[in-house]
């Protein structure tokens, strides 16, 4: 594998891992633009530009994007999160020139009026489809609790009432802020030419506009606390805890993920074995979630609502224990082999090193081959889980469980 990097005149930054021993090419626009750098009164606009992206431009109708997008077999979609905005496909390297002038065009869309008026009914209903999702509600209602006052705090879908009220008018201001050249950064995986890549990137994004918009970075302080959520049609409690980790910057985000896998994986880790195992539970998990200056330990719940309180102090003692005394060396290889094992199968995929090229780079500023995560896998220890507990510890800072009960 080949490492590039390229910065056009403008801003537009371009970084390639090229592997000619593959079959494929997935290509990538990482728009440094989510939830977190909206204002309130134009709450869940990211995620709609996401939207408006397929609707054409003057040169392509929304037919004929899906069309050519069919033509070429690509494998494409769009995809929004608290901080950036990613819009991909993975096609034969042949087919480079008619999909890259595409996805290109995506982040230029006409945003018609009549488009909007259209495209807004179907964010308000898909927002009242994950309303009726107890699990989503949880995990948006504890984001909004835990980062209360931060703007990761922020919904990416938006509520019914700011999607109503938003404006073209507000939209298209959003999109000459955000969607500037030195806010997005192109990745490309596979089998395909640097000069390839650097011809197409002149070609059709030389004329973007230039600008890098701030993005305000200061430390969550969340103050915690419980709040439970009524919804009698549910059969299960659905409890979403979230408490400080490390930020995506943050060296330590290599002993967070180990220590989830450890800790709170959905096969194999001491949740499983003590909550899902013996069938306390359905669901009993510890993720780890890096942000741009914060992230979080996000433990998730699911079962019986009569079981609810036991099993948070089931979850409880299993997190004392491990601050207390930490991991065990089997657990720690075990965990390492996982993480290796889906590292690896990953990178066989360009689709697979698109995402970990992107994010490296749009949150870090670097490059990270597959040997080089395996390598900082393979060299942690026990003591590091240690240090790192001692900064961040798990813990249950803040609760929200959706279910039939009034009270945990």
């Not at 489809?129 to 879908?157: C, N, R, V």
């Not at 997005?184 to 000069?195: F, K, Q, R």
């Not at 450890?262 to 998990?285: K, Q």
């Amino acid at each position: 594998m080949r490492f590039h990097q390229a910065t056009l005149d403008h801003g537009l930054t371009i970084v390639g891992e090229l592997n000619p021993a593959v079959q494929s090419v997935a290509l990538g626009f990482f728009v440094r633009t989510g939830s977190r750098d909206e204002s309130p009164a134009v709450s869940g606009v990211s995620h709609f530009l996401e939207h408006m992206a397929f609707k054409g431009n003057d040169r392509y109708t929304a037919e004929d994007v899906n069309r050519i997008f069919d033509d070429v077999g690509a494998r494409h979609n769009a995809q929004t999160s608290e901080e950036v905005t990613l819009y991909y496909a993975a096609i034969l390297p042949e087919y480079l020139p008619q999909t890259f002038e595409i996805l290109a065009g995506l982040l230029y869309p006409s945003l018609r009026q009549e488009d909007f008026d259209v495209e807004k009914k179907v964010i308000l209903e898909e927002i009242g489809m994950y309303e009726d999702q107890p699990s989503f509600t949880a995990y948006e209602k504890a984001m909004q609790a835990h980062f209360a006052g931060h703007p990761l705090g922020q919904s990416i879908l938006g509520s019914t009432e700011s999607v109503t009220a938003l404006t073209s008018g507000q939209m298209r201001a959003y999109h000459r802020d955000r969607y500037v050249a030195g806010n997005v950064t192109l990745a490309v995986a596979g089998n395909i030419e640097w000069s390839s890549v650097l011809e197409q990137a002149e070609r059709h994004c030389a004329a973007w506009p230039a600008g890098s918009p701030e993005r305000p970075l200061f430390e969550p302080r969340p103050a915690g606390g419980v709040q439970v959520i009524r919804k009698d049609s549910t059969q299960q409690a659905y409890v979403m805890q979230m408490a400080p980790a490390p930020a995506a910057a943050d060296d330590r985000r290599f002993a967070a993920e180990l220590l989830s896998v450890i800790v709170g994986d959905d096969s194999g880790s001491r949740l499983y074995w003590e909550l899902v195992d013996p069938g306390h539970a359905e669901s009993a998990e510890l993720g780890y979630n890096e942000y741009d200056g914060a992230g979080t330990w996000l433990t998730y719940l699911g079962c019986d609502p009569e079981a609810t309180a036991a099993n948070l102090e089931r979850i409880k003692s299993i997190y004392d224990a491990v601050n207390r005394d930490g991991a065990t060396e089997v657990e720690l290889e075990q965990a390492k082999n996982k993480l290796a094992s889906r590292v690896v199968l990953r990178s066989e995929r360009p689709m697979g090193r698109l995402s970990s090229l992107g994010s490296n780079w749009v949150y870090r500023r670097e490059y990270r081959s597959v040997e080089d995560d395996l390598h900082t896998l393979r060299a942690i220890t026990r003591d590091e889980l240690r240090a790192l507990l001692e900064t961040y510890p798990l813990a249950q800072t803040t609760t929200v469980a959706i279910g039939p009960r009034e009270a945990l």
